[in-house]
């Protein structure tokens, strides 16, 4: 995660945009922000307000470490960053607020170094380079009725279209969607925070000018089964352009919050787009019928064509 640190007072407000915008896209962030002792609140004193809880629920959790003191034990210091980090990590990913506590002066006088025996409790921690408590997760796999059905309805069509929206940019991540994209043979769009749109996915089918071919007019295009693997998507014609299909859509996605402004979503799976992709993967028949190609392609091709040719005459 990204660390933001900021000292008291207005400092802290200014982060609130930061805050929301990592909310709402799942972006690891941690707010290191310094306070000042309780005995200073409201007080008016400078820079003192109520900061704890200033992100409201933007924050994924927050967390106000008291002013440094030698009967608070240095583990209390460290299992508090170690689940400040995973917080921010895990699903849903998001901004934590670590609120710290200080009283000047803010270093140790000098000749009055912390007791010798303070640290004893974590020395063997200090001498290894790794998280004092490490944080594991077990990976669901899909299985079931239900994940059955899906994906026996899924390869059963012909006229699907897969969907790419922000991906976490993990290498077999990228992996598992791209092999996915090739045993599916659909067209796919991929939206620019995929990490896929302007490269990655070779397949003719690739609508890499999707957006532009919708800047005209709507495609009458209709398919019976979108996939949307990922975030939501930046490009409002697409999105429009989705949502105006009255196909199967299936969302993948490992928060459990709402994808689907348009209440158009007829399956929400919350769980890991790779370990998603892999176990479709796995179920799909390898005698699976070649899609024909969708005029969408087409069109696609033709809108390349126009701007190599463009471009090499502004070259």
């Known amino acids: 995660p990204t660390v933001l640190i900021c000292t008291s007072g207005t400092a802290v407000a200014n982060c609130l945009p930061a805050v929301i915008e990592a909310a709402m896209d799942n ?69 934590v607020h670590l609120n710290v506590q200080y009283r000047e002066p803010f270093l140790p006088h000098q000749g009055k170094p912390v007791a010798a025996g303070y640290l004893a409790a974590v020395r063997d921690w200090m001498n290894r380079a790794e998280p004092y408590t490490t944080y594991a997760q077990f990976e669901n796999t899909p299985t079931g009725v239900d994940f059955d059905r899906i994906v026996k309805s899924i390869s059963s069509k012909t006229r699907g279209l897969l969907v790419v929206g922000r991906l976490k940019q993990r290498a077999d991540e990228t992996a598992a969607v791209l092999v996915l994209a090739a045993r599916l043979g659909w067209p796919v769009v991929t939206d620019i925070l995929s990490g896929l749109r302007l490269g990655g996915i070779e397949s003719a089918s690739h609508l890499s000018h999707f957006d532009l071919s919708l800047l005209d007019q709507p495609s009458s295009v209709n398919f019976d089964c979108i996939l949307h693997l990922g975030g939501p998507l930046v490009s409002k014609r697409i999105h429009q352009f989705v949502v105006s299909q009255t196909a199967e859509y299936i969302v993948v996605n490992d928060y459990p919050d709402r994808q689907d402004s348009a209440h158009r979503v007829t399956m929400r799976i919350e769980g890991d787009v790779e370990t998603f992709a892999r176990s479709v993967i796995a179920r799909l028949p390898k005698d699976r019928p070649v899609p024909p190609e969708n005029p969408l392609v087409t069109t696609n091709r033709a809108i390349s064509e126009v701007l190599a040719e463009a471009l090499q005459l502004v070259a």
């Open 27 to 95: 972006v690891p962030l941690i707010i290191l922000s310094a306070d000042r002792p309780p005995e200073l609140h409201e007080t008016r004193a400078n820079q003192t307000i109520r900061q704890e809880n200033i992100f409201a629920d933007y924050c994924r959790w927050r967390f106000t470490l008291p002013c440094p003191d030698p009967t608070i034990p240095p583990e209390f210091v460290l299992t508090t960053v170690d689940q400040a980090v995973y917080r921010s990590r895990r699903s849903p990913a998001g901004p």
